[in-house]
């Protein structure tokens, strides 16, 4: 199957520590999507990128958060000095632009759980 | 801005009854309006998606959704419920640029008694 891969799929850390999660989309898609979940809410979104530019931000997104897609294929997302508040499932997305049926292809994602 | 909202966090349905999850969104321009359903440890599926064709929209699973501009409405319904159809529900909209993002209702959690 080559849908979307998340990894870690869980991590349990300690507050102050840095965590890093990682995101394999779908091999021909061009766009890749951070969102973040917390227990009762729908997804929000975090930040996107296409190809390897990242083309928005979400103010969700504070400077303690970076995101990278070097080569244009898998993702990063960072987490520095992580919070309590920081405890989330972080999802990640892919699809095709110019070929747009609005459908987003999500991996099961990475639970993040910070103590 | 875009926004989406789900009436009901937790919906109770008989197993053979009728589902009706409901949705209303706010859109500035047309809208593309989607439903994903997200099973327990798994990801987010798309059920069905509205992107200005026909009205009603028929997805997997047997669910299919009206879209109402004159409600700004996107109701999810089902005829008749089955067990296996107990998850988590989010209604989206596409945001107002080419971007691809959706924005999610806060989702609503369908239980499914025997």
């Known amino acids: 199957d080559t849908g979307v891969s998340q990894d870690p799929r869980h991590k349990i850390t300690k507050r102050g520590q840095n965590v890093t999660f990682r995101c394999d989309p779908i091999?021909?898609?061009?766009?890749l999507y951070w969102y973040r979940q917390t227990l009762g809410q729908g997804p929000e979104f975090l930040t996107y990128?296409?190809?390897?530019?990242?083309?928005?931000k979400s103010r969700l997104l504070s400077d303690r958060f970076s995101a990278e897609r070097p080569k244009g294929s898998f993702s990063t997302l960072e987490i520095q000095r992580t919070e309590q508040g920081d405890s989330a499932m972080y999802l990640c997305?892919?699809?095709?632009?110019?070929?747009?049926?609005?459908?987003?292809?999500f991996g099961e994602g990475s639970r993040l759980t910070v103590l | 801005a875009q926004s989406v909202t789900q009436l009901g966090s937790h919906v109770s349905v008989s197993e053979g009854a009728l589902v009706l999850l409901r949705c209303n969104y706010s859109?500035?321009?047309?809208?593309?309006l989607f439903w994903y359903v997200q099973y327990p440890n798994q990801g987010l599926q798309l059920l069905l998606k509205?992107?200005?064709?026909?009205?009603l929209v028929k997805g997997i699973n047997g669910f299919e959704a009206e879209f109402k501009k004159s409600e700004t409405s996107f109701h999810l319904t089902k005829p008749s419920a089955h067990m296996s159809d107990a998850a988590e529900y989010f209604c989206?909209?596409?945001?107002?640029?080419?971007?691809?993002?959706?924005?999610f209702g806060q989702g609503t959690t369908l239980q499914v008694k025997p």
């Open positions: 997305a892919s699809s095709l632009a110019g070929l747009y049926t609005g459908e987003l292809f």
């Open positions: 091999s021909e898609h061009n766009r």
């Open positions: 990128f296409q190809n390897e530019a990242q083309l928005e």
């Open positions: 859109s500035s321009v047309p809208p593309y």
């Open positions: 509205y992107t200005s064709a026909a009205t």
């Open positions: 989206a909209v596409s945001g107002t640029s080419n971007t691809g993002k959706l924005i």
